[in-house]
């Protein structure tokens, strides 16, 4: 059923937003906290102010390592001992959700283990996290994302597909921990077949579910990018890589089984190398400028942020409408990336969607058009001013 389809079915749902955020010992914060409506929020002030810090707080409180990929020790205040914690009031149909999390200091140093809480009580992983809230961010680090390569757009369609689909997130660990122990055993000379077959099969069996997943996800993106506005351009995409490909043709068990050939067939040359030379970690997301015909990597950077902002778009509304999830919207130092027509267009297009958009800016005549329908708070030194 078409993304049009059903949203003339269904009812919009209540947006969700943010009613209040507290940071300790966060970045540049020491102690912060800000109330604030359900609408779109203007974060304005100079760079090194903490207007990033600020949403990449927010983006720690859905699974994942936030918009930054931030190590945990990394998040915490130079100057403070005490760990790092992050906590919000979300609101909901039936009143407000309290959300918290922060760095666990229980664990050795090393450890990159963080708590979440929700509504007072401890989270058994990052996953439940999705249960409550979605969450989509542009970054001025992915300006470059449809041109560089495979690794940062595989890793961008994952965080796509875990808001429909939690599980894919524990999928991709038990890949990729399956996947380094594989090559720990080669790079050692170990040639226990039994115990390399096992770690072979957890691979391939979870690179199908991998696979599936993410092509279900390009699937429902394709169909949204086909039902949006024509103001920015349209993006034909594709999912490619050897368990993707071989799903077009065959079934998943058939699939599983010529994984499993394959890894025990590179056994020598993974072993040399030091690599995995095929699996689910080789995927691409495949975008292409659909009036032009042209691969996103051979558009112009323009053009490349044009595609993404479409593509985020069309996400943010398959969100709300499949999940019946209104998401919040993070969009770091957007607008003066933009020219004023297509800076209009986000704007109009954030306040249709009726998303709690937090962007950030180092002036307010960016945000012009948006102002009369947002809340403006001014960042100075890890400080809010109203």
């Known amino acids: 059923m078409a993304v049009a389809e059903v949203a003339a079915q269904t009812p919009r749902p209540e947006p969700l937003s943010i009613s209040r955020i507290t940071l300790s010992h966060f970045r540049n914060y020491e102690s912060m906290r800000l109330v604030c409506a ?50 919000i009031d979300l609101r909901i149909d039936t009143g ?18 963080r708590l979440v809480h929700i509504d007072g009580r401890p989270a058994r992983s990052q996953n439940q996290l999705a249960d409550h809230i979605a969450m989509g961010w542009i970054t001025p680090d992915m300006d470059r994302l449809l041109a560089e390569g495979a690794s940062a757009r595989r890793k961008f369609l994952d965080r796509l597909v875990y808001s429909f689909d939690p599980a894919h997130n524990a999928r991709v660990q038990r890949y990729e921990k399956a996947m380094r122990e594989r090559l720990r055993l080669l ?77 025990a067939r590179l056994r020598g040359d993974d072993a040399q190398s030091g690599t995995c030379a095929t699996g689910a970690h080789r995927s691409d997301l495949r975008v292409t400028h659909r009036a032009k015909q042209c691969p996103a990597d051979l558009c112009s950077t323009g053009e490349q942020k044009a595609l993404l902002i479409a593509l985020m778009l069309a996400y ?56 009369p329908n947002a809340q403006l708070f001014t960042v100075d030194n890890g400080q809010i001013l109203s």
Not at 188 to 210: C, F, H, K, R, Y
Not at 217 to 243: C, K, N, Q, W, Y
């Open 187 to 263: 790079r050692d000379g170990n040639n226990d077949a039994a115990w390399l077959s096992a770690l072979e099969n957890e691979m391939a069996q979870t690179a199908v579910a991998i696979a599936a997943a993410r092509r279900d996800m390009v699937r429902r993106l394709r169909t949204a990018i086909g039902e949006s506005g024509d103001v920015f351009p349209r993006a034909d995409i594709a999912v490619t890589g050897i368990a993707e490909d071989m799903l077009d043709e065959k079934p998943a068990l058939l699939v599983e089984d010529a994984l499993r050939a394959a890894f």
């Open 96 to 113: 407000d959700l309290h959300i918290g999390t922060g760095r666990d200091i229980t664990t050795d140093n090393d450890a990159e283990r």
């Open 316 to 371: 943010m509304r398959l969100l709300t409408v499949q999940r019946n999830m209104t998401p919040l919207f993070l969009l770091d130092d957007i607008a003066a990336h933009l020219d004023d027509y297509r800076r209009a267009a986000l704007f109009d297009e954030i306040l249709d969607l009726r998303v709690q958009a937090w962007l950030t800016g180092t002036d307010t005549e960016s945000f012009t058009r948006l102002i």
């Open 38 to 87: 359900a609408s779109p929020v203007i974060l304005v002030g100079a760079n090194g102010s903490g207007k990033t810090n600020l949403v990449e707080a927010l983006s720690l409180l859905v699974p994942g390592r936030g918009l930054r990929r931030s190590h945990l020790v990394d998040l915490q205040n130079r100057h403070k001992t005490d760990p790092w914690a992050v906590a």
